[in-house]
């Protein structure tokens, strides 16, 4: 199935950039997921070097076996 997420959130005290925080594992938001857990790795660095990663799993369940029973009720 297909998959959203929002983006981490990063609080620090230098100016958040966006564009320095980038997904070093896992698949886009938005994907088809396969069956079973994704692990999803986003990493931060701000403007004085310091580095953050932070990381969620993404579990997708087998779907369920479907069957039909059909009776011949005449």
Known sequence: PTVSFGLPAVTDNCPFNPALLVQTSGLASGSSFPT???????????????????????????????????????
């Open 36 to 74: 079973g857990i994704t692990t999803q790795t986003f990493n931060y660095t701000d403007a004085a070097g310091n580095t953050a990663f932070c990381s969620f799993n993404v579990t997708v369940n087998p779907a369920a076996d479907l069957s039909l029973a059909v009776a011949d009720i005449t």
